[in-house]
């Protein structure tokens, strides 16, 4: 992928890129009509761009049917108003390959790629060679969802894997190591892009430099975090500040092993159809409500 190309998209991918919930039924069936609604909330809600298929959309739950399903109601409803990122959760090369062939009419702006999250991981050489595949095969623009803990990919092999795979354009860093951030920040170069997907850690990812996020808390509160990525880059760090704790005190009240749930009911608390999460996850009991309503007050909500 040419430099010029990589610095227009990365133009195209910095600010609040929010993950989309998948709207799952009492009996766990996916209700692609549910999709649209959601997507308007976040667009009008001022978001540079729509990621379907990661962590928070459950996409590791979705069979390849319901992938192509849910990917084309998303693609649909976004209707080219914003970048369109099609998030992958697989654990081989030719799977992904495989999945990106099918969506490939829908032309997303770039993949979110994980690498592979089952118990074996391979070794950098061939971490390397599986982005390089995939990006070959697909000619799709890479980001690397950096989020699997027995899989954790180091500042230096991210860094390592841009430099040789030209297609891979960044990275979304999700550890809670705000020092990983720093040290991409520190030596990416120009046309790479850093996100930040730590949650509790979004305001110091901005003004260290962090081009924008990927995150549940972007899902849930989509125009909030847009506000606070916006007063960074404005220099209004008084705002800023005041967004983060609020933002906090909401991110503090999740029970962060089931956070689909979480988006999703604090989505339904403004305006968007409430959906389930996937079995075997659960529903919100009423005192996890109760706590969240309580976190929501000072945002407005």
Do not use: C
Request: hydrophobic share 45%; no cysteine; net charge negative.
């Amino acid at each position: 992928m040419q430099k010029e190309a990589k610095l227009a998209l990365k133009n195209k991918l910095r600010g609040i890129l929010p993950p989309v919930t998948m709207p799952f039924d009492e009996k766990g069936r996916l209700v692609p009509a549910g999709i649209k609604k959601q997507i308007d909330f976040m667009i009008e809600s001022g978001v540079s761009a729509i990621v379907a298929g990661g962590s928070t959309g459950e996409g590791h739950t979705l069979s390849t049917e319901e992938f192509v399903e849910s990917m084309e109601a998303t693609h649909e409803a976004i209707a080219g108003r914003v970048p369109f990122l099609v998030g992958l959760i697989v654990n081989s090369t030719i799977e992904a390959i495989e999945r990106t062939h099918k969506i490939a009419h829908l032309k997303p702006a770039a993949l979110q790629v994980t690498p592979v999250h089952y118990l074996f991981k391979p070794g950098p050489e061939a971490t390397i060679r599986h982005f390089r595949e995939i990006y070959d095969e697909t000619g799709v623009p890479i980001l690397i969802y950096n989020v699997i803990p027995w899989n954790y990919l180091s500042a230096d092999l991210m860094l390592r894997i841009m430099d040789e795979v030209p297609g891979v354009i960044g990275m979304k860093q999700s550890s809670g190591d705000l020092k990983s951030v720093s040290d991409l920040l520190q030596s990416a170069k120009p046309d790479n892009i850093v996100l930040s997907g730590v949650d509790a850690m979004l305001y110091p990812a901005f003004a260290l430099g962090a081009h924008g996020a990927i995150s549940a808390l972007t899902s849930a509160v989509p125009r909030h975090t847009v506000q606070l990525f916006d007063a960074v880059q404005k220099g209004d760090h008084e705002k800023a500040l005041d967004l983060h704790w609020k933002l906090s005190g909401l991110w503090n009240t999740l029970r962060h092993d089931n956070l689909p749930a979480f988006a999703k009911y604090i989505q339904s608390r403004q305006g968007v159809d409430f959906f389930l999460p996937r079995a075997p996850m659960e529903p919100l009991t009423s005192e996890e409500m109760k706590a969240v309503d309580a976190a929501l007050k000072p945002l407005g909500i």
